[in-house]
């Protein structure tokens, strides 16, 4: 079946630094790949999204490659700000009902 | 610009109690669903609907009822509650736009059952 895995976290980061979250994935067919980003209190956002390989997602300067050959879709951003902190939530679509999820990654940054 | 309304957004109940969670958008989507958050795992999902007037089980579908009252609307049922139903309770709405499938979600309902 389908299931995307996630670092676990907390990942703890100062403000400007680089950030880099796992995502790794395995799924029949050719998925479309996407991160959610849920801020405290809120349901989730998307964020950015992929549909086939080499793709590149990018948003609010996060971004995301498509890489079929190592099934990962890694979230990479070069520089954090506090206001970043949330969960961030990496997920599949294979055409076929709903997404599937990974457990989430959950993201401090201090000042 | 509401997109998603989820009510209520806290709820607690005593075990074996009842309550129905609401869900609407006001984005013209066809289709509707519903996930419980539980630390650590992710969302899986409980029901969906693809069109008005069709529901189908999802991964962890029981002890929930849905209902699909209008295009708008979807619902979602616990006849007897569990302490196992304790969760964060996100319904999603979602179109296929360039065939990727865009989900939408409200901002969660927090339960809890004693």
């Known amino acids: 079946g389908n299931s995307v895995t996630q670092m676990e976290g907390p990942v703890t980061l100062s403000e400007e630094a680089f950030l880099t979250i796992n995502c790794t994935y395995t799924a029949t067919g050719y998925p479309s790949l996407f991160w959610y980003v849920q801020y405290p209190g809120e349901g989730l956002q998307l964020l950015l999204k992929a549909t086939k390989a080499d793709d590149k997602g990018s948003n609010k300067g996060f971004e995301a490659t498509y890489r079929k050959e190592t099934t990962s879709f890694h979230l990479e951003k070069g520089s954090v700000q506090v206001s970043d902190s949330a969960v961030y939530f990496c997920a599949l679509d294979t055409g076929r009902r709903a997404l599937t999820f990974g457990s989430g990654t959950r993201l401090q940054v201090q000042p | 610009n509401a997109g998603v309304t989820q009510t209520p957004k806290f709820q607690v109940l005593k075990t074996g109690q009842s309550m129905t969670l609401q869900c609407a958008q006001d984005m013209n989507h066809n289709s509707m669903y519903w996930y419980r958050q539980d630390p650590g795992m992710g969302l899986r999902l409980i029901y969906y609907s693809a069109s008005e007037g069709t529901t189908d089980k999802g991964e962890v579908p029981n002890g929930y009822n849905v209902s699909r009252l209008n295009k708008r609307e979807f619902s979602l049922r616990l006849e007897s509650a569990a302490p196992s139903q304790t969760s964060v309770y996100f319904c999603?709405?979602?179109?296929?736009?360039?065939?990727?499938?865009?989900?939408?979600f409200g901002a969660g309902t927090r339960l809890s059952v004693l």
């Open positions: 999603a709405s979602s179109v296929l736009a360039e065939n990727k499938n865009i989900q939408y």
